[in-house]
Structures are given as structure tokens and as C-alpha cells.
């Protein structure tokens, strides 16, 4: 147990809604990064936040959006879903960007 | 941009015997860090080793070693003694020193043969 927890387990939608992914950090981690891992793309780095601040952004499609709230709890909201954001979604915590992240068991995310 | 290659898709190995995973990369930061995450059939990605690239020992946990060869920017990850349970997908992945986000390779299936 890496002491990140993310919650749903799995999520089944329909292409078109809009779906909200919870990430709890590891206690006392200030940093939070969201990646998603699908068959054709792999695993690839979508947000970072630090402390409440977005730090970095990687291939976050304009319809996905994240934010990190002052209890340092994050979420990962993806909107008008397509068949191809099918994937599980990770997020990782670390104490800072430069120490080695834990990452929570996923999100499994279906999109029918 | 920064970029990781696994150059082999699948690897089999006996049970007790040693593998090499291969891994290359590429990047003109001079502050960087490189690891190898293992990735079983629960999906959850576990931290196998980390390299800081300032240092020229390379890192060692137990049976896992590294290869660390920065002039040729491979890194490679050596499993000594494998146990079934080593059987997962390995991703080696590079994180800029700067920001602190990964960049994965394509990843490496090992099996374990008893």
C-alpha cells in the first residue's frame, strides 16, 4: 500500500458525459501528478500540482481539467468523453517535485 | 523533448536466474533522475529503483542492480536471482530534475519460467 488512494476503482460512462477522479496524497506529500496509461499511448504525464498550484502540464487534452484543493486532495475531471479516453488513470504523490512519487491503484476508466 | 526507450517488448527468464531490461534515454538537462517501476497484474506501479544522475555508483535494492551509463544514456536494469513474482511489466522512466514529472518508456514484459 503506497498510502495514495484515488477513488472510484472503476468507472463505466457513456461517450458525451463528464466524470470526476479523487486522488488523497500520501500525508504530508505537497505534490500531485496525474498520468494516464492506455494501451495505444502508454503512460503518459497529464498535470502536476504543487502545493494547490499547477506546476506542469503534459498531453492534457482541453477537455480535461484537475485542480488540487487546500487540503491537498486532488481531482482529475474529464469532460465530453470519447470512446478513446478508455484508460486507467493514475495519480502519484511526492513530498516534493523532486522526490520519488507513490502512485495509488488507479482509476479504471470505460468509456461505452 | 525528453524521451525513453525500451528496446524489448517481452523477456523471459528461468527462475533463479539473472535478466538484463534495457533502457536508454535521451535529455539535455544536467539534473536528472532515472528509475525502473515494476508493473504486476494488479496494475498498481511500484517503485523497483531510482538513479540520480549526479552520482556514478550505480543504486542497488537487494536482487535489483542498475547499469548506469550516462556518457551512452542507457540504464539498464539487472534482476539477480528471479523469483516468480518478478513476473510484471517494468517501465523505465526518467524524470526532469526541474519539474519533477516522468516520462515512461514503451515497458517490458518479463516472465519467469519455474
Known amino acids: 500500500d503506497s498510502g495514495v488512494t484515488q477513488t472510484p476503482k472503476h468507472l463505466i460512462t457513456a461517450t458525451g458525459q463528464r466524470v470526476t477522479l479523487r486522488c488523497s496524497p500520501r500525508?504530508?506529500?505537497?505534490?500531485v501528478y496525474w498520468y494516464q496509461q492506455s494501451l495505444d499511448q502508454g503512460l503518459q504525464f497529464l498535470i502536476q500540482?504543487?502545493?494547490?498550484?499547477?506546476?506542469a502540464k503534459g498531453n492534457i487534452l482541453e477537455r480535461f481539467s484537475a485542480q488540487q484543493f487546500p487540503d491537498l486532495h486532488s481531482e482529475l475531471n474529464l469532460s465530453s468523453l470519447e470512446l478513446g479516453d478508455s484508460a486507467l488513470y493514475f495519480c502519484?504523490?511526492?513530498?516534493?517535485?523532486?522526490?520519488?512519487?507513490?502512485f495509488g491503484p488507479g482509476t479504471r476508466l470505460t468509456v461505452l | 523533448a525528453q524521451t525513453v526507450t525500451q528496446s524489448q517488448p517481452e523477456m523471459s527468464v528461468q527462475e533463479a536466474e539473472t535478466v538484463t531490461l534495457s533502457c536508454t534515454y535521451d535529455?539535455?538537462?544536467?539534473?536528472?533522475?532515472l528509475f525502473w517501476y515494476k508493473q504486476p497484474p494488479s496494475r498498481q506501479m511500484i517503485l523497483v529503483i531510482r538513479q540520480e544522475a549526479y552520482k556514478q555508483q550505480n543504486a542497488t535494492e537487494n536482487r535489483f542492480s542498475v547499469n548506469f551509463q550516462k556518457a551512452a544514456k542507457s540504464f539498464s536494469l539487472k534482476i539477480s536471482d528471479s523469483q516468480l513474482g518478478d513476473a510484471a511489466m517494468y517501465f523505465c522512466?526518467?524524470?526532469?530534475?526541474?519539474?519533477?514529472?516522468?516520462?515512461f518508456g514503451k515497458g517490458t514484459k518479463l516472465s519467469v519460467k519455474p
Open positions: 500540482y504543487y502545493n494547490g498550484e499547477e506546476r
Open positions: 502519484a504523490s511526492s513530498a516534493t517535485p523532486y522526490n520519488e512519487q507513490f
Open positions: 500525508s504530508g506529500d505537497l505534490s
Open positions: 522512466a526518467s524524470e526532469r530534475g526541474s519539474q519533477g514529472n516522468l516520462i
Open positions: 535529455t539535455s538537462e544536467s539534473d536528472y533522475y
